[in-house]
């Protein structure tokens, strides 16, 4: 029942915002994922939405179930598809032996 909002700015922040996350991960399984793009009738920018399902197993030895949606935005930069923008919203909970 807790809300996290992150903003950042810069591929450096987020660099190090995954480089910490990602020390916790022992692995992770997808249980399931669906990914839907759309292209604006230009062709300049491009939206990817994945929602998911996962499991993950933290070195700690705990597991968690997360569910989500991804958003990427993406655009022609100097002749190449770069990312400008992403969102993501989910749900995590630790999995318990009860």
Do not use: C
Not at 51 to 56: G, L, N
Not at 67 to 77: E, K, M, N, P
């Amino acid at each position: 029942n807790n809300k996290v909002t992150t903003t950042l700015e810069g591929i450096e922040e987020h660099r190090q915002l995954l480089e910490k996350n990602f020390k916790l991960i022992k692995n992770r399984e997808t249980i399931d994922e669906y990914v839907k793009v759309k292209i604006s009738p230009d062709g300049q920018i491009a939206t990817a939405t994945r929602m998911f399902v996962e499991k993950i197993n933290l070195e700690d030895g705990r597991q968690f179930f997360t569910s989500g949606t991804d958003i990427f935005r993406f655009a022609w930069i100097d002749n190449q598809p770069k990312i400008i923008s992403t969102k993501t919203q989910g749900w995590v909970e630790e999995k318990t032996i009860e």
